[in-house]
T-cell receptor
Framework: NAGVTQTPKFQVLKTGQSMTLQCAQDMNHNSMYWYRQDPGMGLRLIYYSASEGTTDKGEVPNGYNVSRLNKREFSLRLESAAPSQTSVYFC????????????FGQGTRLTVV | QKEVEQDPGPLSVPEGAIVSLNCTYSNSAFQYFMWYRQYSRKGPELLMYTYSSGNKEDGRFTAQVDKSSKYISLFIRDSQPSDSATYLCAMSASSNTGKLIFGQGTTLQVKP
């Protein structure tokens, strides 16, 4: 019963470095999401994918790119990391309806120095 | 102004107290309302879901939605130390997407 798995759990980057956060779900969900969580800001949607092959911007997409590799996997890429991207990143998945539960991963704690 | 506003707290109460957590929102198109609970260093988990206006009860938890006032609440009766967590309200306007708008989250501590 893995659910939503994120890797890595922790990462420290230098300003300007790039990295990819990986996310995989085993619940056969169509929709997947990337959120960031900052103190006092709650969860903010970065990008989402309603189905394999489609992606859309959320509230805070600048500085990020995503790839829906297949139905299971949805990755988030930081091309040139900035200190403002220091945050906890959560991947989530759901059936593509508003009245269903979104299942979250454990989060990736990213620090950009 | 954020679409969803939530008092971040922190809120500290003694065990057994009744807790009231609230969110206000500005988008009248929101129809689907959820409360998620997040323990420290974990991902959020769905606690309650309500569609449109009205009340919903589940054990010690009651969710209320007042669309006319654009106000939702979560009540916790007989609070327990295990209820200590961050509570996030979340909302959606569309029926055919799971895309959610979250509040800032309220951190609750229940003291034994």
């Amino acid at each position: 019963n893995a659910g939503v798995t994120q890797t890595p759990k922790f990462q420290v980057l230098k300003t300007g470095q790039s990295m990819t956060l990986q996310c995989a779900q085993d619940m056969n969900h169509n929709s997947m999401y990337w959120y960031r969580q900052d103190p006092g800001m709650g969860l903010r949607l970065i990008y989402y994918s309603a189905s394999e092959g489609t992606t859309d911007k959320g509230e805070v997409p600048n500085g990020y790119n995503v790839s829906r590799l297949n139905k299971r996997e949805f990755s988030l890429r930081l091309e040139s990391a900035a200190p403002s991207q220091t945050s906890v990143y959560f991947c989530a998945s759901s059936v593509d309806r508003a009245d269903t539960e979104a299942f979250f991963g454990q989060g990736t704690r990213l620090t950009v120095v | 102004q954020k679409e969803v506003e939530q008092d971040p707290g922190p809120l500290s109460v003694p065990e057994g107290a009744i807790v009231s957590l609230n969110c206000t929102y500005s988008n009248s198109a929101f129809q689907y309302f959820m409360w998620y609970r997040q323990y420290s260093r974990k991902g959020p988990e769905l606690l309650m879901y309500t569609y449109s206006s009205g009340n919903k009860e589940d054990g010690r938890f009651t969710a209320q939605v007042d669309k006319s006032s654009k106000y939702i609440s979560l009540f916790i009766r007989d609070s327990q130390p295990s209820d200590s967590a961050t509570y996030l309200c979340a909302m959606s306007a569309s029926s055919n997407t799971g895309k959610l708008i979250f509040g800032q989250g309220t951190t609750l501590q229940v003291k034994p």
